[in-house]
């Protein structure tokens, strides 16, 4: 089957969301070709999703957090900045169950504690 070619928009984005995950395998000792070989693929399918020139399935990226022993949303940040992920999914709990108002207050605070420091 023939890879789609993708855009270098697409690109880019892919590399923006999987910009870290070269650090959390350095950090697990899991280089590309134990990769490809938990996930029985070959290393150049591997290095293209690491490279952002082929799309990652969301079950791909689940299974990949699973070898690094990491969960999906950990993958997004550093891995010295784990605790960002839990910060960030605590605000977006919050804000999921805010109204329309309460939440561009909290929006605006969020602003505004922002520039004082």
Known sequence: M???Q???DEIAKNRHTLRFVKSWMKLRNVTQ???A???SMSE???SKWLNGKVNMTLSQFV???EILNAKPEELLFDPSER???QKYKEAAELAENLDADAFDT???AGKLMRKRS
């Open 37 to 39: 070989e938990d996930l």
């Open 6 to 8: 993708l855009t270098p």
């Open 44 to 46: 150049p399918t591997v």
């Open 33 to 35: 070709r134990k990769l």
């Open 2 to 4: 023939k890879e789609k």
């Open 106 to 108: 909290w929006i605006a």
């Open 83 to 85: 605790d960002k992920s």
């Open 63 to 65: 299974h990949v957090a």
